[in-house]
């Protein structure tokens, strides 16, 4: 049987240890993002591209292996700007999702662009442990 992802607040990921961290595909930019935890969860961070827009992982703290490697999350939290694009009709969207750890801090920045009409959301999922199916 398949593990299922649900939907979840980036906060949920807050008590976990992170064990790695890792881009799903090899993509420049990055677009599909995993944190492993040692407790078997995984959660999932990307966006499901559709016809006008697009979104992506533009930035990173570097060092971030490092930093999330091995470590516990004590604050989770994202915040985002939109602007309209008034030459193109277009929106932009920036994503800020911000990780706190016993090792540092992890910013990561996420870039959206879409003919205004298609979402530039980053979504968060959990896949369970294979106990908690």
Request: with cysteine; proline share 3%; net charge negative.
């Amino acid at each position: 049987m398949s593990r299922v992802k649900t939907e979840v607040n980036f906060s949920d990921i807050v008590g976990k240890c992170i064990r790695r961290v890792y881009a799903k595909t090899q993509d420049n930019p990055i677009e599909y993002l995993v944190f492993e935890c040692t407790d078997g969860t995984e959660y999932h961070m990307y966006h499901e591209q559709d016809c006008c827009e697009y979104v992506y992982l533009n930035d990173i703290t570097e060092g971030y292996q490092d930093i999330l490697t091995n470590a516990t999350v004590l604050d989770a939290y994202a915040s985002s700007n939109r602007e309209d694009d008034p030459d193109t009709y277009g929106t932009h969207t920036w994503t800020f999702y911000r990780l706190a750890t016993d090792k540092g801090v992890v910013v990561l920045r996420w870039y959206g662009s879409s003919n205004g009409y298609y979402s530039e959301d980053v979504s968060f999922y959990i896949r369970p442990t294979p106990s908690e199916e």
